[in-house]
């Protein structure tokens, strides 16, 4: 398999500390990690968001380098904060994200956005508000996908189908890194999963003690269960 | 926004201008019967600036306020809003009447100044992501403070008729300016507009928010340095021939977005536009006006602009910030 994303050494102040990754190409990866791991971050170096330093490769080219039109066919960046400061109407939103108009009718009608897509983005409901903001991102085709927590906001069934979605999205040549908190949605539509902690890379996979040791929970009988972190006397007993 | 609106617009700003340089036409149709050339020189030195002012400082403020709103994700802000005229206002006055240079360039270096001081100031004051009520609130102390600072600085000036002097052009007035004064506007402003034109795209995928405009390429902090100063130089030059006038910089852009699908960079264009159409006919309904000549531009476009604010401000009130 042929690497489609190579980063090396990226680092931000404070924030993340020289993580080198690689993805292949159809590789759905999930980032999972406690609040304050560098999830984000991570993401942030990979779109160039907030001057990191470090290389990236997208497909053999630094999509820093590549103009706003090039670059959305690289790669595009979904920020877990799903900031609105202007009210554009949604299908305009989706537009402003690079994407030709025969992929923009097909995003809206994947995501199911059509009776929405003429409607003021500020006047929609907080879980239709995310799936514009997403078709936003998904809408240019990307090589590589950036989203951040893609899955906030959605009710269930929104959630399964849109990782889904991006499962289906990554074949041909393309691929997604997605940080995420559900640790079950993780573990079944990843291809990999990285676990982040103190703005590294700590362990690859949800198996081992490591986990339990970087969450302060562990798997016991299907289900997550608390083990560190709790005051004295409150901890499960196994 | 389609081609033949703004093919509209550009022949209403054409009819507008025609008429502003051709109204009233009764003593100039006498006067080029009995002298054209004394008729020449009144079109050359009288109507043609003041209509060229009224296009270059209209289309200045159109275009700055688009830019402005665009930057501050905020469709009250606006180069008088801000402070931007007061600072230009306060800049020329204390380049005038303290250190007594009066020569157009100095003038305009001045106003400059003064209308990058208010601007930066906002930035302390209010952050570039202000709520609305600060970025007013900070507007209204920055103006307040740079209209107190000009009367004290007329106060303190050596001439004593300097308050005087200075009535006319503070109010915002667009009459008796020369060809060369004009052309000192004008330069700057229409280098303005035009650069600010190149920002358009940018300012739009800024709607997308920080992060994502960042991950397409776009450096925030240039692109926020690049609307204040071309603000700064336009509104500046022109508050320095002409004085302060204030709500064509809020007004404009509101009109220019109706045209966009609310879109606030690629506002920027009919807003120019809009602002310089909305100047002229300004300036055309002062001369119309039973006071003549003594009614400054400045009090008309308060007296319309300042209504159509508060009616914005308790229309827009719960759709302000999304």
Partial sequence: MTALLEARGLALPRRLHGV?????AGELVCLVGPNGSGKTSLLHALAGVGAPTGTVS??????RRLGPAARVRAMTFLPATRELRWPLHARDLIALGGADAEEIDRIVATLELEAVADR??????????SRVLIARALAPRPTLLLLDEPTANLDPLWQIRLMELLKGEVGGGRAALVAIHDLDAAARFADRILVMDGGRIAAEGLDGAHVAAIFGIERAAGEWRPVLRLPAGRRSSP | MTGRTLALIVLALLLAAAASVAVPWAPLGALLDRDPELATLVIAELRLPRAALALVYGAALGASGAAIQALFA???ASPDLTGTTSGAALGAVVTAYLLGFTAPLALSSGAVAGALGA???LLALAGPKAETATLLLSGLAISALAGALTTLALALAPSPFAFYDAYDWLMGSLIDRSLAQAAFAAAPALLTVALLLRLAGPLDRLALGEEVAQSFGHDILALRL???CLTALGVGACVAICGAIGFIGLVAPIFARRLTRGHPGRAILPAALIGALLLTAADLAVRAAPLGRTLPIGVLTALLGAPFFLWLVAHMRWRLRP
């Fill in chain 2, 119 to 121: 601007l930066a100031l």
């Fill in chain 2, 226 to 228: 690049q609307v204040v």
């Fill in chain 1, 58 to 63: 997208v497909g053999g080219v630094d999509p």
């Fill in chain 2, 74 to 76: 905020n469709p009250l």
């Fill in chain 1, 120 to 129: 003021r983005i500020d006047l929609l409901s907080t879980g239709e508000r």
């Fill in chain 1, 20 to 24: 080198s990754l690689t993805l292949a």
